[in-house]
């Protein structure tokens, strides 16, 4: 479909579109609330993850369902497990902060809800799936906390709170160009092993067979002693995802599920995931042979257990018979979940219920800057030189990725160029796949420059082209054709160019002059997301530099001096300059911070926020979380001031 505007419908609704007042066409409004005392601004930020997630106990038929913690004790909670007596609950809470990742315990009372809950762990990181040995001793858990931010298996005594790094020694560091995460680890019947999921010495992989942007994710199980000794790959499958291993009731085998690398991509995509296959397998832990498939057909199968000595439960994820299944054949319960976890006893099972209604705008976010402020803010924010905000609304608002422009303060608050108006599939539009995306604004604050068209996946086969409109929402007009995919469109410092990137029979950057209208090549390779520095001396892109890899780069106007700033190997790009100078970008460079199979909803899991010099230095990390960060704006305390 072309993503011309619908001129018919334009002009029915007026061409001042913009000059209709905001609270007749949305059902929200966004403010920026005043950074706290001492804070130099507000960084806003979008995040996709779930806004909300609440744990449950039932019995392991379904029956018998209810909270398991009360209103006062619950907050986001996620990914329960029990001790090895079943009389306590461990799980991961992100109460300090949205974002903010940490584990808690608490006592099982009589009537089979978790009280007295206390912190275990805690900190500016992701600290994840802790389990308790048999001997109540240590708590193993997962964690970004080392310095190098990879997600490792870590150790803490339960009577001194002493913490060890078990798998992030040097005897054990994987290939530091490759991905190097530790997932989910479980201890042994008799505490002297612990299993995990890794992908260390794999390959970074782009989905679609290494074409797209988003990796996959390859892994094995591995074991290891608590002492760090015996550490050895028990079961691996190339081009296979192994994961969620879990101990059987003897000692003697480890189940998982195994799903393709490429699998992975589409078990946390909402159209693909009641597509997607996986079967629950198991192996012999004293060879890693032995091998036992448990289950066949489709259906995408986690999170295995052993119930009893003989049967295993895991989950169905997505599609029609989402729920817990048992490869007893005994009745499934069909029932939207994620992370179960079923009782020593095998009587009784908990897990998470999610909710993904999106974050309300300037909602309060875990700060991992202790001098900034994070609020959460909906996609492709920009600040004119003016003081005025653009957005483009595609999970808040009108939700159909439309322009919306206002005051910081939430005053004056305008939608510029209304999707409803365009010719554009609506359901495309209710999906975030085609749209309005990436405003940028002309120096003077008059125009605002976009993409109109098909995004993401969509971009293979559908037209976008460069619009622009006047701040008041009068004026909207095509600049360029619907011949290719053009998009993510930049002014240049004097107003009077606008660099953009196209995707097609022809890739790269072009730079098109307002007044003659003529445009002309800056690049030829696959490039994206072009950003003008406020000085107008360089040009800020993303670059596709390998078959799975993409880095940041500059350029000068003229195309010289191109400059390659980031060399991690895995995904470096959506990268803005800031306004003090520095390069704000987004990264996959340290790794998943869970097992991909296991998100949900999201197109890039691993995603950090990240920042450095305009030469590439000094690198830093902004965000921690196991989600999806991206897309910073700062706002210091002179711009809220206003």
Not at 11 to 33: D, Q
Not at 318 to 345: F, H, I, M, N, Q
Not at 421 to 433: K, N, Q, R, V, Y
Not at 541 to 562: A, E, H, M
């Amino acid at each position: 479909m072309s993503p011309q505007l619908n001129r018919r419908a334009f002009l029915a609704v007026g061409a001042a579109v913009g000059a209709v007042a905001a609270t007749a066409l949305l059902p929200t409004s966004f403010a920026v609330a005043a950074a706290g005392a001492g804070k130099k601004g507000v960084m806003l930020m979008n995040r996709i993850a779930p806004s909300s997630s609440t744990l449950y106990i039932a019995d392991t038929d379904g029956s018998n369902e209810r909270k398991l913690l009360d209103s006062k004790s619950a907050a986001f909670d996620r990914h329960p497990g029990f001790s090895p007596d079943g009389k306590n609950v461990f799980f991961t809470s992100e109460r300090t902060g949205d974002g903010n990742s940490n584990v808690y315990w608490g006592s099982l009372n009589g009537s089979g809800q978790v009280v007295g809950v206390q912190p275990l762990v805690t900190g500016p990181s992701v600290n994840d799936c802790a389990v308790l040995s048999p001997d109540k001793r240590t708590l193993a858990f997962s964690s970004t906390r080392s310095a190098d931010h990879l997600s490792r298996i870590w150790l803490m005594d339960m009577k001194t709170g002493t913490l060890t790094n078990l798998t992030g020694t040097p005897a054990l560091a994987g290939d530091p160009s490759s991905p190097d995460g530790h997932f989910r680890p479980v201890w042994s019947p008799d505490g002297q092993w612990i299993a995990f999921s890794s992908d260390r010495n794999t390959t970074w992989r782009g989905h679609d067979d290494g074409r797209g942007w988003e990796h996959t994710q390859e892994l094995s199980i591995y074991v290891i002693r608590p002492d760090g000794t015996g550490f050895r790959q028990l079961a691996t499958k190339p081009g296979y995802c192994l994961g969620s291993p879990k101990w059987s009731p003897d000692g003697q085998r480890i189940v998982y599920y195994e799903i393709t690398t490429e699998g992975t991509w589409g078990a946390h995509r909402p159209e693909d995931i009641g597509i997607v296959e996986s079967q629950i397998v198991s192996v012999d832990v004293a060879t890693g042979t032995n091998r036992v498939v448990h289950t066949s057909g489709p259906n995408l199968k986690v999170s295995p257990q052993y119930v009893t000595n003989t049967e295993i439960g895991y989950l169905i994820k997505g599609g029609p018979d989402e729920g817990l299944a048992y490869t007893s054949g005994r009745s499934a319960v069909k029932r939207p979940l994620r992370s179960p976890a079923w009782s020593p006893d095998g009587k009784s099972v908990i897990y998470e219920k999610q909710d993904f209604t999106s974050r309300a705008l300037d909602e309060t976010l875990y700060s991992w800057d202790a001098d900034w402020d994070y609020r959460f803010c909906d996609v492709f924010p920009v600040l004119s030189r003016q003081g005025r905000l653009a957005i483009t609304e595609k999970q808040t608002g009108l939700a159909n990725s439309s322009i919306v422009t206002l005051k910081p303060d939430g005053s004056d608050l305008k939608v510029v160029f209304n999707t409803a108006d365009s010719d554009l599939d609506p359901t495309l539009l209710a999906e975030g796949l085609a749209g309005a995306f990436r405003p940028t604004w002309s120096p003077d604050g008059g125009w605002i420059a976009f993409g109109l068209g098909g995004w993401f996946q969509e971009r293979a086969a559908m037209a976008a082209a460069i619009w622009r409109v006047r701040s008041d929402g009068t004026g909207a007009e095509a600049l360029t054709d619907n011949s290719t995919n053009a998009g993510f469109p930049s002014y240049s410092a004097d107003g009077s160019k606008i660099v953009y990137r196209v995707w097609g029979k022809e890739n790269g950057l072009r730079v098109l002059d307002l007044a003659s209208r003529t445009t002309s090549v800056l690049t030829t390779e696959s490039d994206n997301l072009p950003d003008w520095s406020a000085d107008g001396k360089l040009i800020l892109f993303t670059r596709k530099t390998g078959p799975t890899n993409f880095d940041v780069c500059t350029i000068q106007p003229d195309g010289s001096n191109l400059r390659v700033l980031t060399t991690s190997g895995a995904n470096d790009g959506h990268a803005v300059w800031n306004y003090d100078g520095r390069i704000l970008y987004n990264s996959g460079m340290y790794g998943f911070r869970e097992e991909a199979a296991l998100y949900d909803d999201t197109f890039q899991p691993y995603g950090q926020i990240m920042a450095m010099n305009a030469d590439g230095s000094g690198k830093q990390l902004l965000t921690d979380s196991q989600w999806e960060d991206s897309m910073p704006l700062y706002l210091p305390q002179s711009v809220l001031s206003q």
